[in-house]
């Protein structure tokens, strides 16, 4: 089983409605993250969190918002999506505690279309 | 600010080496990492350098200058599977956050 799962895997929506994707992990890390992939702009973060009570927006937060319902599950909202939201998702995680590299670990993203 | 620099894209042959070299700028260096990722996958790691030098993992090695802010990625023997983009992030001290480059995209040809 993968240790961190993304739904949907892939969505088309239109303009103007709300979306969630949701994040889950079975590493039992503190840490996870939501960043986007555009072709051409690499991996932008979009927001942090290190700890269930802990929310950091990340370099390109607007227009987005989350909610970290527990350890293992980081979900992002689009509250009114727009056409260059259309991107590649991706969750990761990561334990300090674990070493030093505090290594980022990713899902499978969600490749989402805003028509 | 900070910022990551490194090659849009590369060929080679398969048995042969190449080198990714990814120059950076950051406030408060804490590690590089180098990440693999296979068109429409996700990027896995594949290796993490704090210190100055070179790290030897099987055929890919990585190494590390900081006093030059530069880093490189050399993959040997290698292999059609290895064409895939491969992602330099740096890690600052202040943030604890990951700046990914654009990353560089590998084709490797018979």
């Known amino acids: 089983d993968a240790d961190v799962t993304q739904t949907p895997r892939n969505r088309i929506t239109k303009t103007g409605k709300r979306i969630m994707l949701e994040c889950s992990q079975t590493?039992?890390?503190?840490?996870m993250y939501w960043y986007r992939q555009d072709p051409g702009l690499g991996l932008r973060l979009i927001y942090y969190?290190?700890?269930?009570?802990?929310?950091n927006k990340g370099e390109i937060s607007d227009g987005y918002s989350v909610s970290r319902q527990a350890q293992a599950k980081f979900s992002l909202s689009l509250e009114s999506a727009i056409p260059n939201q259309t991107a590649l998702y991706f969750c990761a995680t990561s334990d300090p505690l674990g070493g030093p590299t505090d290594t980022q670990y990713f899902g499978p993203g969600t490749r989402l279309t805003v028509l | 600010g900070q910022n990551i620099d490194q090659p849009t894209e590369m060929t080679a042959t398969e048995g042969a080496i190449v080198q990714i070299n990814c120059t950076y700028q950051?406030?408060?260096?804490?590690?590089l990492f180098w990440y693999q990722q296979h068109a429409g996958e996700a990027p896995t790691f594949l290796s993490y350098?704090?210190?100055?030098g070179l790290e030897e993992k099987g055929r890919f090695s990585s190494f590390l200058s900081r006093s030059k802010g530069y880093s490189y990625l050399l993959l040997k023997e290698l292999q059609m599977k290895d064409s895939a983009s491969y992602l330099c992030?740096?890690?600052?001290?202040?943030?604890?956050?990951?700046?990914f480059g654009t990353g560089t995209r590998l084709q490797v040809f018979p």
């Open positions: 590493k039992g890390h503190d840490r």
């Open positions: 950051t406030s408060g260096f804490n590690g």
């Open positions: 992030a740096v890690r600052s001290h202040n943030t604890d956050k990951l700046i």
């Open positions: 969190s290190f700890d269930v009570k802990d929310i």
């Open positions: 350098n704090v210190l100055d």
